[in-house]
């Protein structure tokens, strides 16, 4: 059982380029968000799902945009990267019931210069 | 709104020694509360919650939490400390789903 799947796991991106962080499971879950951690501030919620073609803003949502047109993926875009953009960003899913538990991907690491 | 407090950013003990990582939460509701550990270059693995069904919960690897209402409380502790508890641990408050709020983290280092 996969679980929750992040790619790519690393990026460089130079200043104003734009890329997609990719995010599926294969829980059936209906619920999907993205986190961004940063050193001595946790994990911050930027974008999440509901089901299939909801979405809504989180707690810093600025230069970011997504997208949920299956239950299964949920990608993350950047329209044009910048330095403060850099961290490590988490996908994760949950059932649509009540305050379950989090599953969340391993991860991907990017830098932005 | 919901926020969650970690006390200490760092902690060590010596192995064999407890462990106890703080975390104090601020909640409109009834919260419901997690405690998740994430090794090094890895993601966050569930390590217990409350969602009120009893104040004393269990979770893996000989971790425990109790949920004090009167002091806003969810410490984490576990007897007895192993190597391989080294790791960040990130106490956390639901919104609802999957929406999180959480700490800063704490992170513990266990000495031979």
């Known amino acids: 059982n996969a679980g929750v799947t992040q790619t790519p796991k690393f990026q460089v991106l130079k200043t104003g380029q734009s890329m997609t962080l990719q995010c599926a499971q294969d829980?059936?879950?209906?619920?999907m968000s993205w986190y961004r951690q940063d050193p001595g501030m946790g994990l911050r919620l930027i974008h999440y799902s509901v089901g299939a073609g909801i979405t809504d803003q989180g707690e810093v949502p600025n230069g970011y945009n997504v997208s949920r047109s299956t239950t299964e993926d949920f990608p993350l875009r950047l329209l044009s990267a910048a330095p403060s953009q850099t961290s490590v960003y988490f996908c994760?899913?949950?059932?649509?019931?009540?305050?379950?538990?989090?599953?969340f991907g391993q991860g991907t690491r990017l830098t932005v210069v | 709104a919901q926020s969650v407090t970690q006390l200490g950013s760092h902690v060590s003990v010596s192995e064999g020694a407890l462990v106890l990582l703080r975390c104090n939460y601020s909640s409109s509701v009834p919260p419901y509360l997690f405690w998740y550990v994430q090794y090094p270059n890895q993601g966050l693995q569930l390590l217990l919650k409350?969602?009120?069904?009893?104040?004393l919960v269990k979770g893996i690897n000989g971790f425990e939490a109790e949920f004090k209402k009167s002091e806003t409380s969810f410490h984490l502790t576990k007897p007895s400390a192993h190597m391989s508890d080294a790791a960040e641990y990130f106490c956390a408050v639901s919104k609802g789903g999957n929406k999180l709020v959480f700490g800063a983290g704490t992170i513990l280092r266990v000495k031979s």
């Open positions: 829980m059936n879950h209906e619920y």
């Open positions: 409350y969602t009120s069904a009893a104040t």
């Open positions: 994760a899913s949950s059932y649509t019931a009540g305050y379950t538990e989090a599953f």
